[in-house]
């Protein structure tokens, strides 16, 4: 393709581009034209005039129809100055009666403040030309005027009741002073409270000494304040760390509690536990009660199984016992039948021998059921025991 061509079809492609460019500029216009933001939509106009004016003008029927779209919808946009002029007025009228109500006040620190307030509502309402807004202000500020002048007379009256608050307010610092190196934090603190209080009760001492004061009285209140915070702050850290420490026993102790093993050892092992958790210390009125519940909880869990282990193995000894002492019973009455069968034997002999061999496992016997009964009688004392 040689050069005229290649020109030609970037000629076209260039003011195809520029087209597009003022079509996206239109469908932009026809939004604003329709906005309600009539303030706004002139500003962004003016913006979509800037971009125009930069797209070249290629003198083509179909560039002269986006031209005057484009011409027609600015016209519509910046029609609606005089909408928003009223708009204008309104809201400056607004200003002013509000302006003129504040005026009356004698609450002096808020009605400066919604003053202020309205001066910049008053410069963000815009402007409705110089003659209409020249009256508007001056009806704004006579109301102004009104407020300040009454606040200054006002203000002069307060001035003889400034020293007798400048000597409470620098009896208050002395006092503030000897209270900042205080660690007695409730009750400072509630005392930093009620001069904080009186200092408010007594006024103001002016603006010469005022800030000063101010700044000698909250100096040692702040001192105060954070050595207090640095205080609990660091309480805060070892109580977490002893809420750590006592989580940590509470998990050994269920570990043992689950095994449900009731050994000497693991006795021991819990006895220690709660020995442990009274080393800890606190962890805060906040977590103690409950942290202390979940321990106590897995200790009263261990120990009623502990005893109820206990109470199986004591029973379970009573019925060896006793199956012992019904044994020990049963041999006596063996040994005792044994003796008159022994007896009988002894009733047909002759020999002297013989009868003395008899008399003899007799007599043992008899020693030997002395000796179960008295173990029988062992037994059952032991266990009504």
Same mark, same amino acid.
């Given at each position: 393709?040689? #050069? +005229?061509? !290649?020109?030609?079809?970037?000629?076209?492609?260039?003011?195809?581009?520029? /087209?597009?460019?003022?079509?996206?500029?239109?469908?932009?216009?026809?939004?604003?034209?329709?906005?309600?933001?009539? &303030?706004?939509?002139?500003?962004?106009?003016?913006?979509?005039?800037?971009?125009?004016?930069?797209?070249?003008?290629?003198?083509?029927?179909?560039?002269?129809?986006?031209?005057?779209?484009?011409?027609?919808?600015?016209?519509?946009?910046?029609?609606?100055?005089?909408?928003?002029?009223?708009?204008?007025?309104?809201?400056?009228?607004?200003?002013?009666?509000?302006?003129?109500?504040? %005026?009356?006040?004698?609450?002096?620190?808020?009605?400066?403040?919604?003053?202020?307030?309205?001066?910049?509502?008053?410069?963000?309402?815009?402007?409705?030309?110089?003659?209409?807004?020249?009256?508007?202000?001056?009806?704004?500020?006579?109301? &102004?005027?009104?407020?300040?002048?009454?606040?200054?007379?006002?203000?002069?009256?307060?001035?003889?009741?400034?020293?007798?608050?400048?000597?409470?307010?620098?009896?208050?610092?002395?006092?503030?002073?000897?209270?900042? +190196?205080?660690?007695?934090?409730?009750?400072? %603190?509630? &005392?930093?409270?009620?001069?904080?209080?009186?200092?408010?009760?007594?006024?103001? *001492?002016?603006?010469?000494?005022?800030?000063?004061?101010?700044?000698?009285?909250?100096?040692? !209140?702040?001192?105060?304040?954070?050595?207090? #915070?640095?205080?609990?702050?660091?309480?805060?850290?070892?109580? #977490?760390?002893?809420?750590?420490?006592?989580?940590?026993? /509470?998990?050994?102790?269920?570990?043992?509690?689950?095994?449900?093993?009731?050994?000497?050892?693991?006795?021991?092992?819990?006895?220690?536990?709660?020995?442990?958790?009274? *080393?800890?210390?606190?962890?805060?009125? @906040?977590?103690?009660?409950?942290?202390?519940?979940?321990? !106590?909880?897995?200790?009263?869990?261990?120990?009623?199984?502990?005893?109820?282990?206990?109470?199986?193995?004591?029973?379970?000894?009573? +019925?060896?016992?006793? @199956?012992?002492? +019904?044994?020990?019973?049963?041999? /006596?009455?063996?040994?005792?039948?044994?003796? &008159?069968?022994?007896?009988?034997?002894?009733?047909?002999?002759?020999?002297?021998?013989?009868?003395?061999?008899?008399?003899?496992?007799?007599?043992?016997?008899?020693?030997?059921?002395?000796?179960?009964?008295?173990?029988?009688? @062992?037994?059952?004392?032991?266990?009504?025991?």
């Amino acid at each position: 393709m040689d #050069n +005229d061509y !290649r020109d030609e079809f970037e000629t076209v492609d260039d003011m195809e581009a520029d /087209i597009q460019k003022k079509k996206d500029l239109i469908s932009k216009a026809e939004e604003l034209s329709q906005s309600e933001d009539i &303030r706004g939509a002139m500003r962004e106009a003016n913006g979509l005039q800037r971009q125009w004016k930069k797209i070249h003008h290629w003198e083509s029927m179909e560039d002269e129809d986006l031209r005057n779209k484009f011409d027609a919808l600015m016209d519509v946009i910046y029609g609606k100055q005089d909408e928003l002029n009223a708009q204008i007025i309104k809201a400056k009228e607004d200003i002013i009666a509000k302006a003129e109500e504040i %005026a009356k006040s004698t609450q002096w620190q808020k009605a400066t403040k919604e003053l202020t307030d309205l001066m910049t509502e008053w410069k963000q309402a815009g402007k409705a030309g110089k003659d209409i807004d020249d009256k508007l202000w001056e009806s704004f500020n006579n109301a &102004r005027q009104t407020f300040y002048q009454r606040k200054q007379e006002h203000w002069e009256e307060m001035k003889t009741g400034f020293e007798k608050a400048k000597e409470t307010k620098e009896a208050l610092i002395e006092e503030a002073k000897s209270l900042e +190196d205080s660690e007695q934090w409730q009750k400072t %603190a509630t &005392r930093f409270k009620d001069l904080m209080t009186q200092w408010k009760l007594a006024g103001s *001492a002016g603006r010469e000494f005022e800030d000063d004061l101010w700044q000698q009285f909250n100096g040692a !209140r702040q001192a105060f304040y954070t050595r207090r #915070n640095e205080f609990y702050e660091n309480l805060h850290a070892i109580q #977490n760390e002893n809420y750590q420490a006592k989580l940590d026993i /509470i998990e050994k102790a269920k570990a043992i509690e689950e095994t449900q093993n009731y050994s000497k050892e693991n006795t021991e092992a819990m006895k220690n536990l709660s020995q442990d958790w009274k *080393a800890v210390g606190s962890c805060g009125k @906040d977590k103690e009660d409950q942290i202390w519940a979940d321990f !106590r909880a897995v200790m009263d869990s261990y120990f009623n199984g502990l005893k109820d282990w206990t109470d199986k193995r004591h029973e379970d000894w009573k +019925d060896r016992m006793k @199956d012992a002492a +019904d044994r020990k019973k049963e041999q /006596i009455e063996t040994q005792k039948r044994q003796i &008159r069968q022994l007896s009988d034997r002894s009733n047909g002999l002759i020999s002297q021998s013989e009868m003395d061999s008899i008399e003899n496992q007799i007599a043992d016997k008899e020693e030997f059921i002395k000796k179960l009964e008295s173990q029988i009688e @062992d037994i059952e004392k032991k266990v009504q025991d």
